[in-house]
């Protein structure tokens, strides 16, 4: 009996460990399939390779239903192209117009790197469930993540806990948007595993970056169709943001009370800054676009950072024109016993631009007043 007990165990593990070498081998061969390169593919554990493929399918569906052609998108990177058979062609493989092929993707390559550094953000490609479907691989420039790190994963285990209601009602898709491309233009909190020096640490000791996101929801137009949100994704500090001559920087109270503005305003919009000082923004704006401040001013009550999005304000000569505003609630010093109530934030910090005029009224005041006396409004 106990070498029969023996023999059976014997032929037991050989065949798990005939089962495990099979399944080695096809989640070989299906990272090998992966459109990554080789050192990347070489570290991915098993439940990684099935969340990249499940990713890469869906958004390989995405874009055949998008095309309405039959699969024509394949995943060009620099070591090597995913066919449909299942194949993988090398770059260099033979051929008579490999190096014109080399070419064009190396200079498709460098197209999209241009088009995501004059974005300062990255792309994601959400679904109407959370499932990041695609991100491109300059995500880890501003969360200290790979790409391969969040691909598949819910949007959910990353964001703040108090955004998690926002972030659903932006991707309930009704079928008036799906087909007319709603747009979506929102701020988020997500985990950023960079430190302020720029250095990458682990999730355990991420921080809160502020996201601005905007984009418009797409439809996959096949029998399984599938529904998703393409947005770009740009980190909202304050000191990211670009001043101009067609800009001015103001301090504001909590309820969004002129306390401070720069002496560029007198020349954009007329009004000395001695004018504004007590003033509230909303007295300013126009009727129509009260609910886009509003809503910048509780995500700044609430996340501390948020871009306005265009809105009309008033001109001290006449009219209106379009500006936004890039905002900050600056905190005050730690508290201290000294001084219990510190912990208040200090003010709100602005940096408007100017866009463009909707009315010339105040524009013709000024060159009236240079001589210019015969100018009338058509």
């Known amino acids: 009996m106990t070498a029969d007990k023996e023999k059976r165990r014997a032929i037991s593990r050989e065949a798990a460990r005939r089962r495990r070498r099979v399944e080695s081998d096809v989640f070989g061969d299906l990272s090998r399939l992966l459109p990554l390169q080789p050192a990347i593919r070489s570290n991915l554990d098993k439940p990684s390779v099935i969340r990249l493929t499940l990713s890469y399918i869906r958004m390989q569906t995405l874009l055949k239903g998008n095309t309405g052609t039959k699969a024509r998108t394949s995943h060009t990177v620099k070591y090597g192209q995913v066919l449909e058979g299942g194949e993988e062609r090398r770059v260099g493989a033979g051929g008579p117009n490999v190096e014109e092929k080399e070419a064009r993707e190396v200079e498709a390559l460098e197209e999209t790197n241009m088009y995501l550094r004059i974005l300062e953000g990255f792309l994601m490609v959400l679904s109407t469930e959370g499932d990041m479907i695609y991100l491109s691989d300059n995500v880890s420039k501003y969360m200290g993540l790979t790409q391969t790190e969040l691909m598949g994963h ?26 007319w491309g709603a747009k979506r233009d929102f701020v ?118 948020s871009v306005s999005g265009k809105y009309r304000i008033l001109v001290r000569g006449g009219g209106y024109v379009w500006v936004e505003s890039h905002s900050a609630v600056i905190p005050s010093v730690r508290p201290s016993k000294s001084r219990p109530g510190a912990h208040q934030p200090l003010c709100i910090l602005s940096v408007t631009y100017v866009l463009r005029c909707v009315c010339v009224s105040y524009q013709l005041n000024v060159l009236r007043k240079s001589g210019y006396r015969d100018l009338k409004l058509p």
């Not at 009602?169 to 087909?179: F, G």
């Not at 601005?212 to 770009?232: E, F, N, R, W, Y």
């Not at 007295?283 to 609430?302: E, S, W």
């Open 154 to 179: 819910n949007i959910f285990e990353f964001t703040h806990p108090c955004d998690h209601e926002e972030i659903r009602n932006n991707l309930r898709l009704t079928a008036e948007e799906v087909w």
């Open 188 to 305: 988020m909190r997500i985990k950023s595993a960079l430190t302020h020096r720029g250095r990458s640490t682990n999730l355990k000791s991420a921080t809160w970056k502020v996201l601005h996101c905007q984009g418009q929801a797409k439809m996959c137009v096949i029998p399984s169709s599938v529904s998703c949100l393409l947005l770009t994704c740009q980190p909202l500090p304050l000191s990211h943001t670009l001043l101009s001559a067609h800009t001015f920087t103001s301090q504001h109270s909590m309820d969004m009370r002129f306390t401070y503005c720069d002496q560029r305003v007198t020349l954009l919009l007329g009004y000395s800054p001695e004018e504004l000082r007590g003033r509230s923004i909303y007295d300013l704006c126009h009727t129509l676009d009260t609910n886009c401040l509003t809503k910048n001013h509780v995500n700044l009550c609430l996340k501390s950072q």
